[in-house]
């Protein structure tokens, strides 16, 4: 087996866009050519082969990287720079742990480029919101849960990735900066209510990458704003 591409492992700042929602031309070349390390395509519902087919042919005429989140059989499409695969580490039900991933790697599993896969530890902070109604997760509160998920992911299942979502709320830094410390080798994504360039730049003093996606949809102007605030307070 060839060895896994770390790509991600130079992101700073990513834009994730859902294939299940409207994005004009105008709006998708300001943010492909915003100077975003990369562009994610995925979302909680709704995504099929043909949104994710169309949403990626769109951005393909631009150099940006582009990599798929992979939330659903159907949306596993190929031609993607890189893959990642969700497991949902706070959920009750195993469905989103390994349930779904298996029977997606008894279709596709000779077929996936695995130098390009990466699998995507998730932690579920905001209890009311659509990926956590989805997945039947609840948000670790107290300071022992949230690191024994991370001791999880990071040291026991030696996880590539660690994203906390706070799915279109902004979350506690405290939370992402202790986070960030117990990690020894996952690379930590923040996503969640980044929809101006100040709370972008506190997001990426602890955050390896952080994720701008509602704010492209809300308030563009804002969320191409994020890009520069998150480099900038990278080099700091």
Known sequence: MQQQSAIYKQWKHAFKLDPDREISDEALDAVCMSGTDAVIV???SGVNYDNTVELMSRIRRYEVTCALEVSSEDAAVPGFDHYFIPLVLNTEHAEWL?????RALRRFGAFIPWEQTTAEGY??????????????????HDAESIT???YMADRLMRLPVVYIEYSGMFGDMEIVRRARAVLTQAQLFYGGGIDTAEKAAQAAKYANTV??????????????????????ASLV
Not at 98 to 102: A, C, F, L, S, Y
Not at 123 to 140: H, K, M, V
């Open 42 to 44: 995925g979302g909680s």
């Open 98 to 102: 390994t349930g779904r991933q298996t």
């Open 123 to 140: 932690l579920i902070f905001n209890d009311g919101s659509e990926a956590a109604r989805l997945t039947g997760s609840q948000a670790p």
């Open 148 to 150: 024994a998920h991370l």
């Open 211 to 232: 994720i701008v996606g509602n704010a492209v949809y809300d308030s563009l102007e804002a969320a191409l704003s994020t890009v520069k605030a998150v480099h900038d």
